[in-house]
T-cell receptor, first 111, second 116 residues
Framework: EDKVVQSPLSLVVHEGDTVTLNCSYE??????LLWYKQEKKAPTFLFML????IEKKSGRLSSILDKKELFSILNITATQTGDSAVYLC???????????FGTGTSLTVIP | KAGVTQTPRYLIKTRGQQVTLSCSPI?????VSWYQQTPGQGLQFLFEYFSETQRNKGNFPGRFSGRQFSNSRSEMNVSTLELGDSALYLCAIPRGGGTARNTEAFFGQGTRLTVV
């Protein structure tokens, strides 16, 4: 059964801290691993990773994929209150457009 | 900006009723997927429609059904509502319009369904 597991389930940090969110996956015919940020309603896209060891970076956020260990991490440096959200990880297979989502990590950044 | 419009935004129904939710992707997007999001289960795939045909289906009971029209608009129907159907229902389109498999999903704002 395809599944994606995220850890921790929730996290509370202070502004300026660095956080690492974890995602492990088991997806048949794996194609890509995606990260989303969800603040209120619609998840918004952050990264898509298809190759191992290649870091993707956007400002203070970065992510990397390990296809051997079936694992990905999302790093956020110098966290801000605006980073407070649920971060979702999703695996995608080669068949169809279906995504397998984890239950998310709820991040709270306090001033 | 690529868009997906979902209506209604909020809905309250009673057990046993049925409900129809709507999703309108921007023109040219032939693939529409539906997801259910609950606190305990996270985002779970319901089904995908591509050019009016159901292409993929998740593990949901037959009470959950959908369809897609020739203008790409999609509807999702839930019959005989149960309390556990209370959730955020999200509609998503692939950035590539269904022709590019290696692409991210773009989500609508969702419909918050509450069953009482």
């Amino acid at each position: 059964e395809d599944k994606v597991v995220q850890s921790p389930l929730s996290l509370v940090v202070h502004e300026g801290d660095t956080v690492t969110l974890n995602c492990s996956y088991e997806v048949t015919n794996f194609r890509s691993l995606l990260w989303y940020k969800q603040e209120k309603k619609a998840p918004t896209f952050l990264f898509m990773l298809t190759s191992s060891g290649i870091e993707k970076k956007s400002g203070r956020l970065s992510s990397i994929l390990d296809k051997k260990e079936l694992f990905s991490i999302l790093n956020i440096t110098a966290t801000q209150t605006g980073d407070s959200a649920v971060y979702l990880c999703a695996g995608k297979s080669n068949t169809g457009n279906q995504f397998y989502f984890g239950t998310g990590t709820s991040l709270t950044v306090i001033p | 900006k690529a868009g997906v419009t979902q209506t209604p935004r909020y809905l309250i129904k009673t057990r046993g009723q049925q409900v129809t939710l709507s999703c309108s992707p921007i023109s040219g997007h032939r693939s529409v997927s539906w997801y259910q999001q609950t606190p305990g289960q996270g985002l779970q795939f319901l089904f995908e429609y591509f050019s009016e045909t159901q292409r993929n289906k998740g593990n949901f009971p037959g009470r959950f059904s959908g369809r897609q029209f020739s203008n790409s608009r999609s509807e999702m129907n839930v019959s005989t509502l149960e309390l556990g159907d209370s959730a955020l229902y999200l509609c998503a389109i692939p950035r590539g319009g269904g022709t590019a498999r290696n692409t991210e999903a773009f989500f609508g704002q969702g419909t918050r369904l509450t069953v009482v």
